[in-house]
């Protein structure tokens, strides 16, 4: 084993050292069930076997899972798809010995390929998931889950009738501070669960460069109806997941408006969206999307009675240490928070129309990461290659990794129904006929 | 004995938060930022060396403190004098003069201190009279630190000694100043201002509700009633602590003739 494959590996049990799998493995299953195929014995058993994959799909987030899949000890790239010359040769270029395709169909006929890597545009996720199960492949498959309700409950159906494994590229679900951080909620340090609040904002056009006009829906697909629902089911899809997995519960209805405010160069989705989501118990899901301001960059807000917990960041602050902090305290727990404000001079200062300034407390001793949720492609540590790493290891067991498929399933329908909600302008309750046996309203 | 102090230092933002729990009696904080856990530390211990030195100079409370050795002393005849401490009172003679007498360490009659130059020594003209540096020794810390973390380079941080006499130096990290607010000891919740401060220091004077009657006009010999709170924001962090004591107790006229001999930024008045 190579130098590079012994850190590895030591990261992957690290991994599951720091979420206390050892010493609480049943209380940690309770809250992300998908970790039970990613225990240390298991990582044993594949010591030396090695999952070999296919990527279908290999622009700028293909990419991205190439450059994890090579620092993988039991992963090995054996072919590359895709229908854009300039991505198949930088993929190429950092896996020379991959054969290449640029008809997924043929990829997926090849006996050398366990699993395969779809990171296409939103309107090839369901076709090439489908197909490559009946296919008999592994399939490991971005997010959002599919661009409309029927080719999710299709996807989810022959899930459901296949053997294989299916991952949707949630990786929030392997982000150690949001494991901790829904733990924490879930052991009641919050309190009851009275709402959430997320949004994301950025300050860019959301484009790529096109070098040729005839190629614009296939570069900057994301802008358009045909292949995306835009924010929606880019950006909302991760952060709806996580309110239903705080609150273990799936919305009943959601009310919202769009709009193209800034960027109207074309793009036929919005770039502007607001919506609340409403649980059957009365919490509410206040969602926000802007690419035209990046004040507020992004968040994830879990509101509890006795406290918030932010899991974007990795930091929860308690009701009752609002007031009465020392200056210098809050002071602290602005810069902590990446916040200017004042610094009460001579007496507390308490200001009722302004926000307060709360004591900050990690989710996680020590370092770890935060993700500014500015990039496009992907951030560093964000779970996603945790993820992708336990989808290797069940290449080689053949386990299916529980409720992954689900929760990638009811955030996806959330997203395409808040984004019907916004163009029939309407209040739109969840569909009977698209109810899953794991959804709880 | 060394004061309760502690620190902490945030990697992630660079930030140092230094505090000493009990030094010339209040509490002095500092956050310090950009410069690495070692040199933070660094500049805190010397600090802190400073005020230890300060408070046993000129700590009233302090039965071994100069001042105090004075104060039982100089009723009976002429004291001698370290050099700093000789400096102070004579500063404070400048002061007393400067704010047509309003500023008063003796809190009586500042003519009741009679000044020796040859030997650098100072007696008191009766018994009663004393010397508080109370409205003072903050402000000279502030000064003598504030030639530290110049000479150390620092140059992002926030003192805070005692929650009324605050140096900003640079600004916050995300905001381009210090941004420092009063609340109304009156009015939970209304808070009366806030200033952005950058390279200066700032000090507020005020009654609260707990007031003690600390503030005596020395020509009425009475205690202020009134209910109202004073702050100042200049470069010399000792200007700010002697004009905010002055300024509680002194009418339209006076404050605006004492204000003229001094660089001050801006001067906020509330009245309750």
């Given at each position: 084993?190579?130098?590079?494959?012994?850190?590895v590996?030591?990261?992957?049990?690290?991994?599951?050292?720091?979420?206390?799998?050892?010493?609480?493995?049943?209380?940690?299953?309770?809250?992300?069930?998908?970790?039970?195929?990613?225990?240390?014995?298991?990582?044993?058993?594949?010591?030396?076997?090695?999952?070999?994959?296919?990527?279908?799909?290999?622009?700028?987030?293909?990419?991205?899972?190439?450059?994890?899949?090579?620092?993988?000890?039991?992963?090995?790239?054996?072919?590359?798809?895709?229908?854009?010359?300039?991505?198949?040769?930088?993929?190429?270029?950092?896996?020379?010995?991959?054969?290449?395709?640029?008809?997924?169909?043929?990829?997926?006929?090849?006996?050398?390929?366990?699993?395969?890597?779809?990171?296409?545009?939103?309107?090839?996720?369901?076709?090439?998931?489908?197909?490559?199960?009946?296919?008999?492949?592994?399939?490991?498959?971005?997010?959002?889950?599919?661009?409309?309700?029927?080719?999710?409950?299709?996807?989810?159906?022959?899930?459901?009738?296949?053997?294989?494994?299916?991952?949707?590229?949630?990786?929030?679900?392997?982000?150690?501070?949001?494991?901790?951080?829904i733990?924490?909620?879930?052991?009641?340090?919050l309190?009851?669960?009275?709402?959430?609040?997320?949004?994301?904002?950025?300050?860019?056009?959301?484009?790529?460069p096109?070098?040729s006009?005839?190629l614009?829906?296939?570069?900057?697909?994301?802008?358009?109806?045909?292949?995306s629902?835009?924010?929606?089911?880019?950006?909302?899809?991760?952060?709806?997941?996580?309110?239903?997995?705080?609150?273990?519960?799936?919305?009943?209805?959601?009310?919202?408006?769009?709009?193209?405010?800034?960027?109207?160069?074309?793009?036929?989705?919005?770039?502007?969206?607001?919506?609340?989501?409403?649980?059957?118990?009365?919490?509410?899901?206040?969602?926000?999307?802007?690419?035209?301001?990046?004040?507020?960059?992004?968040?994830?807000?879990?509101?509890?009675?006795?406290?918030?917990?932010?899991?974007?960041?990795?930091?929860?602050y308690?009701?009752?240490?609002?007031?009465?902090?020392?200056?210098?305290?809050?002071?602290?727990?602005?810069?902590?928070d990446?916040?200017?404000?004042?610094?009460?001079?001579?007496?507390?200062?308490w200001?009722?129309?302004?926000?307060?300034?709360?004591?900050?407390?990690?989710?996680?001793?020590?370092?770890?990461?935060?993700?500014?949720?500015m990039?496009?492609?992907?951030?560093?540590?964000d779970?996603?290659?945790?993820?992708?790493?336990?989808?290797?290891?069940?290449?080689?067991?053949?386990?299916?990794?529980?409720?992954?498929?689900?929760?990638?399933?009811?955030?996806?329908?959330?997203?395409?129904?808040?984004?019907?909600?916004?163009?029939?302008?309407?209040?739109?309750?969840?569909?009977?006929?698209?109810?899953?046996?794991?959804?709880?309203? | 004995?060394?004061?309760?102090?502690?620190?902490?230092?945030?990697?992630?933002?660079?930030?140092?938060?230094?505090?000493?729990?009990?030094?010339?009696?209040?509490?002095?904080?500092?956050?310090m930022?950009?410069e690495?856990?070692?040199?933070?530390?660094?500049?805190?211990?010397?600090?802190?060396?400073?005020?230890?030195?300060?408070?046993?100079?000129?700590?009233?409370?302090?039965?071994?403190?100069?001042?105090?050795?004075?104060?039982?002393?100089?009723?009976?005849?002429?004291?001698?004098?370290?050099?700093?401490?000789?400096?102070?009172?004579?500063?404070?003679?400048?002061?007393?003069?400067?704010?047509?007498?309003?500023?008063?360490?003796?809190?009586?009659?500042?003519?009741?201190?009679?000044?020796?130059?040859?030997?650098?020594?100072?007696?008191f003209?009766?018994?009663?009279?004393?010397?508080d540096?109370?409205?003072?020794?903050?402000?000279?810390a502030?000064?003598?630190?504030?030639?530290?973390?110049?000479?150390?380079?620092?140059?992002?941080?926030?003192v805070?000694?005692?929650?009324?006499?605050?140096?900003?130096?640079?600004?916050?990290?995300f905001?381009?100043?210090?941004?420092?607010?009063?609340?109304?000891?009156?009015?939970?919740?209304?808070?009366?201002?806030?200033?952005?401060?950058?390279?200066?220091?700032?000090?507020?004077?005020?009654?609260r509700?707990?007031?003690?009657?600390?503030?005596?006009?020395?020509?009425?010999?009475?205690?202020?009633?009134?209910?109202?709170?004073?702050?100042?924001?200049?470069?010399?962090?000792?200007?700010?602590?002697?004009?905010?004591?002055?300024?509680?107790?002194?009418?339209?006229?006076?404050?605006?003739?004492?204000?003229?001999?001094?660089?001050?930024?801006?001067?906020?008045?509330?009245k309750?």
């Amino acid at each position: 084993m190579s130098k590079k494959e012994k850190q590895v590996d030591a990261g992957l049990r690290q991994f599951i050292k720091d979420l206390g799998y050892v010493a609480g493995g049943a209380a940690l299953l309770g809250t992300v069930p998908w970790l039970q195929s990613f225990t240390p014995d298991k990582l044993d058993e594949i010591k030396k076997e090695k999952a070999r994959i296919g990527l279908i799909g290999v622009g700028s987030r293909g990419q991205y899972h190439i450059h994890n899949l090579l620092e993988m000890p039991h992963a090995k790239i054996v072919a590359l798809c895709d229908n854009y010359e300039p991505n198949l040769k930088a993929a190429l270029e950092l896996c020379p010995d991959a054969k290449t395709y640029t008809d997924y169909k043929k990829l997926i006929e090849a006996k050398d390929i366990d699993g395969v890597i779809v990171a296409t545009p939103l309107n090839w996720h369901a076709v090439i998931t489908l197909d490559s199960l009946s296919a008999g492949k592994h399939v490991f498959c971005e997010k959002a889950m599919a661009l409309t309700m029927e080719e999710c409950k299709a996807v989810y159906e022959a899930y459901k009738q296949s053997d294989r494994v299916l991952y949707f590229c949630m990786q929030r679900m392997f982000d150690e501070k949001y494991i901790k951080g829904i733990r924490m909620i879930r052991s009641g340090l919050l309190g009851d669960v009275v709402g959430a609040r997320c949004h994301w904002f950025r300050n860019n056009d959301w484009r790529r460069p096109v070098p040729s006009p005839n190629l614009e829906k296939h570069i900057n697909w994301r802008l358009y109806r045909e292949s995306s629902c835009g924010l929606m089911t880019e950006l909302a899809c991760h952060q709806l997941e996580v309110c239903n997995w705080a609150t273990a519960l799936t919305p009943k209805s959601v009310v919202g408006i769009g709009d193209i405010v800034h960027w109207k160069d074309g793009r036929e989705v919005y770039d502007s969206v607001s919506l609340a989501y409403h649980y059957g118990n009365g919490v509410k899901i206040t969602y926000e999307s802007l690419i035209a301001n990046k004040f507020n960059g992004m968040e994830e807000q879990i509101l509890g009675s006795k406290g918030t917990l932010n899991l974007a960041t990795g930091m929860y602050y308690l009701e009752d240490e609002a007031e009465g902090n020392s200056a210098i305290e809050q002071l602290l727990a602005q810069i902590g928070d990446k916040v200017f404000s004042a610094v009460p001079a001579a007496g507390a200062s308490w200001r009722p129309e302004t926000k307060k300034v709360y004591k900050a407390h990690p989710v996680i001793k020590g370092k770890f990461n935060v993700n500014d949720g500015m990039s496009m492609i992907g951030a560093e540590k964000d779970g996603s290659d945790e993820m992708l790493s336990s989808f290797c290891q069940a290449c080689i067991t053949g386990e299916k990794g529980r409720d992954i498929v689900e929760e990638a399933y009811s955030a996806t329908t959330l997203c395409l129904l808040g984004d019907r909600a916004m163009r029939e302008q309407r209040c739109v309750e969840y569909p009977e006929e698209f109810k899953i046996p794991f959804m709880k309203f | 004995m060394d004061e309760p102090c502690y620190f902490n230092y945030f990697e992630s933002s660079k930030t140092f938060h230094g505090a000493i729990r009990n030094i010339m009696g209040t509490r002095f904080d500092i956050v310090m930022l950009g410069e690495s856990r070692a040199q933070s530390a660094a500049v805190f211990m010397d600090l802190k060396r400073e005020l230890r030195r300060l408070d046993s100079l000129l700590n009233r409370f302090d039965d071994e403190s100069e001042i105090s050795k004075l104060n039982v002393r100089a009723s009976s005849g002429f004291v001698p004098l370290s050099a700093e401490v000789w400096a102070i009172l004579c500063d404070c003679k400048r002061y007393h003069e400067i704010t047509d007498g309003l500023f008063d360490v003796t809190k009586d009659d500042f003519s009741g201190i009679l000044f020796r130059e040859g030997d650098r020594s100072v007696s008191f003209a009766s018994g009663k009279t004393t010397v508080d540096l109370g409205g003072y020794a903050k402000g000279y810390a502030l000064l003598r630190l504030q030639q530290i973390l110049s000479d150390n380079n620092v140059g992002q941080c926030f003192v805070d000694f005692g929650n009324s006499s605050i140096l900003g130096v640079g600004h916050h990290p995300f905001g381009d100043s210090w941004k420092v607010s009063m609340e109304n000891p009156y009015r939970r919740g209304e808070t009366v201002f806030e200033i952005d401060i950058r390279d200066r220091a700032l000090s507020v004077s005020g009654n609260r509700p707990e007031y003690s009657g600390h503030i005596i006009h020395p020509a009425t010999k009475k205690a202020t009633d009134e209910r109202k709170a004073v702050c100042v924001v200049c470069k010399n962090p000792l200007d700010a602590e002697v004009l905010t004591t002055t300024l509680m107790i002194a009418g339209d006229k006076e404050k605006n003739d004492i204000l003229k001999r001094f660089e001050v930024d801006s001067v906020y008045e509330y009245k309750w």
